[in-house]
């Protein structure tokens, strides 16, 4: 049996307290379980919620090993990048969808609605998900924010952004415009009908913005 490595090899506390993880150590252990149970205890960590938590960083890591992989259009409406590393991949995909589904959900959509400027790239990531609680919650999401869309005043129109966002409430309204949002949310669920059976969820009929 491995003898697992202690948290001081890939877990380092901060002067202020905060704890970072070397992901890349981390992934190279056989027990995914034991993996899932680190990351999360780390994010328990960090108590302000404007702060980036080891969910938060875990999945700027894997955006950072999509984003320098390679291309894979299986879709030419959806241009997207996959891992080099494919054992690595696979076991990020697991971790995802099945050992932090439930921890990691609000920050795939703090993610998600936070990428202003590149749609494309949230691609990157969302090609990584297949469960259909995820899934649930991304077009439940969508609804919400569709809603939000025809309320005329700037200051509440954005705050459910910003609360999925994990913005001030007092934050540039700029930033979280729910018109935005909801874009990005149904090329997310386009693609993500692409290549998943979702009928029970949702049908492109259903994520239509207009009638």
């Known amino acids: ?31 995914i379980v034991f993996i899932a149970e680190q990351i999360t205890e780390a994010s328990y960590s960090t108590l302000d919620y404007l702060k980036k938590d080891a969910i938060d960083r875990f999945l700027d890591y894997v955006y950072a090993k999509t984003q320098s992989g390679h291309y894979d259009v299986t879709n030419t409406a959806f241009p997207c990048k996959r891992m080099n590393d494919k054992d690595l991949e696979a076991k990020i995909i697991e971790l995802i969808n099945e050992h ?20 494309d790239s949230n691609l990157y990531v969302a090609n990584l998900i297949y469960s259909k609680d995820i899934i649930q919650s991304i077009y439940d999401t969508y609804n919400l924010l569709k809603k939000d869309i025809f309320i005329t005043n700037a200051d509440k129109r954005t705050l459910n952004v910003k609360r999925i966002q994990q913005f001030s409430p007092l934050g540039d309204n700029r930033f979280s415009s729910p ?3 909801v874009a990005r949310m149904k090329y997310i669920l386009q693609f ?8 029970d969820i949702y049908t492109l009929k259903d994520i239509m913005l207009s009638a």
Do not use: C, H, Q, W
């Not at 932090?100 to 749609?119: A, P």
């Not at 993500?192 to 009928?199: C, D, F, G, I, Q």
């Open 1 to 31: 049996m491995k003898k697992k490595k202690g948290k001081s090899n890939f877990v380092k506390l901060s002067p202020d307290g905060s704890i970072s993880i070397d992901y890349e150590l981390l992934l190279k252990e056989d027990d």
């Open 100 to 119: 932090l589904r439930v921890e990691i959900v609000l920050k795939l959509l703090k993610f998600f609605t936070r990428n202003l400027y590149d749609s």
């Open 179 to 181: 018109l935005d949002a």
């Open 192 to 199: 993500l009908a692409s290549k998943n059976k979702v009928e």
